[in-house]
Nanobody, 122 residues
Framework: QVQRVESGGGLVQSGGSLRLSCAAS????????MAWFRQAPGKEREFVAR????????GYADSVTGRFTISRDNAKKTVHLQVNSLKPEDTAVYYC???????????????WGPGTQVTVPS
């Protein structure tokens, strides 16, 4: 089983940046697709970004394309989400997830972290 713990969230003004990190345990980290999802208050959890097992292929939700960058370091068993040009609508709890399918549905991911809060005041 693989466990994840997110970090790096916080309160940042509009236009600011954060670097979210997810540290994983388990021996098969490099076998998993990694993704970030987020859930805003009163809304369903939504896909943000995904990265393939090798880190070569990445995909993003339209709402974050050009502002967010996902990356991974298999040797360190970590995945990062660089979030730039933050907007109030980016306010959410951000979750790291691992799965076997390069998908955008939360049903395709098996392991989840507890989340880290990102707040961008309006």
């Amino acid at each position: 089983q693989v466990q994840r713990v997110e970090s790096g969230g916080g309160l940042v003004q509009s236009g600011g940046s954060l670097r979210l990190s997810c540290a994983a345990s388990g021996r098969r980290f490099s076998s998993y697709v990694m993704a970030w999802f987020r859930q805003a208050p009163g809304k369903e959890r939504e896909f943000v970004a995904r990265v393939s097992e090798t880190g070569i292929i990445a995909g993003y939700a339209d709402s974050v394309t050009g502002r967010f960058t996902i990356s991974r370091d298999n040797a360190k068993k970590t995945v990062h989400l660089q979030v730039n040009s933050l907007k109030p609508e980016d306010t959410a709890v951000y979750y790291c997830a691992a799965g076997r399918i390069y998908g955008t549905s939360e049903r395709e991911y098996d392991y989840w972290g507890p989340g880290t809060q990102v707040t961008v005041p309006s």
